[in-house]
């Protein structure tokens, strides 16, 4: 016995929130490129402390060196310009993966982007607030 084709449809399962969402105007360009400079900003203050944090533990902490090993034919070493390369893209893939993770998918520069009364503090029951 043959089941009906009508069955072996692709249904996407769209949550409530993506249903509600459907047809929403986007921000305007400026307010998106707001959110991303303000992105990146956060991305670059924060990388330096934790680069030197990551240097001060494998050289101070772990005490390795450049070299890590050095005989006749043999020579290890640990190259500190191609770790900082590492860890910027580590450092990249742990803020906006985690932090969209955590927030249900809003980054810190996209928040204020997606209530732009928020930047003043305003609050609701306030008189003079911005809706």
């Known amino acids: 016995m043959k089941t009906p ?3 072996s449809v692709f249904n996407p399962h769209e949550t409530a929130r993506a ?3 459907a ?3 986007l921000a ?3 307010r998106r490129l707001a959110a991303y400079a303000i992105d990146i900003f956060l991305v670059c203050i924060t990388y ?3 680069l030197l944090a990551s240097k001060y533990l494998i050289e101070d902490v772990l005490h390795l060196k450049e070299n890590l090993y050095d005989s006749g034919h043999v020579h290890v070493r640990l190259d500190f310009h191609l770790m900082g390369e590492l860890a910027w893209t580590l450092w990249l893939v742990l803020y906006f993966g985690l932090i969209v993770w955590k927030t249900n998918g809003l980054t810190p ?3 204020p982007a997606a209530h732009p009364h928020r930047l003043a503090g305003a609050r609701q ?3 003079l607030a911005v809706h």
């Open 5 to 7: 084709h009508s069955k």
């Open 19 to 21: 249903e509600a969402l």
């Open 23 to 25: 047809g929403a105007p």
């Open 28 to 30: 305007p360009f400026g």
């Open 48 to 50: 330096g402390p934790a």
């Open 109 to 111: 520069g996209q928040a």
């Open 125 to 127: 029951d306030h008189p």
